[in-house]
């Protein structure tokens, strides 16, 4: 049992990914599903609780972009024993400016939001208590790359 959880910018390809990788055997967990919800945050750790009291592995897609906002969610993961994954996702802002203009109606984000996520991104660290950290970039061919993470 695991716990995943994304990490990047609006539009860095995280939910392409978890359709790709994960969708057949991970329950997802994202505040894009209940955008005018209240108390999402209380919401979203309920739903991971709940998951992982059933066994039942969870990927997070959020964009995750602090330390201080992924602190919670791995320590729910520890408590409920699960291995800890983080995959980190190139997040050059034009690539995710050029991919969100792409979407259409709900789906496209504010370009602010972007710019926001961006400023206040910081990069996981393993000691951050993650189990393992993966890096996930996108080739210009459209397929997914994923390497082992580099602690800077």
Request: charged content about 30%; some cysteine; glycine content about 8%.
């Amino acid at each position: 049992m695991e716990l995943v959880l994304f990490i990047g910018l609006q539009g860095s390809g995280k939910s392409s990914f978890y359709r790709e990788r994960f969708a057949d055997s991970h329950v997802l967990v994202s505040k894009d599903l209940w955008p005018h919800a209240r108390r999402r945050e209380a919401r979203q750790q309920r739903l991971i609780s709940e998951a992982l009291a059933a066994g039942r592995s969870v990927v997070v897609d959020n964009t995750n972009p602090t330390p201080e906002g992924r602190a919670p969610l791995i320590a729910v993961g520890k408590a409920h024993g699960a291995r800890v994954v983080g995959y980190a996702f190139e997040s050059r802002l034009e690539d995710c400016l050029a991919r969100n203009a792409r979407r259409e109606g709900r789906a496209r984000v504010p370009e602010v939001a972007l710019y926001a996520t961006r400023k206040v991104l910081r990069w996981p660290s393993l000691a951050e208590g993650f189990d393992a950290l993966f890096f996930v970039r996108f080739t210009p061919e459209g397929t997914t790359e994923v390497t082992d993470w580099r602690e800077s």
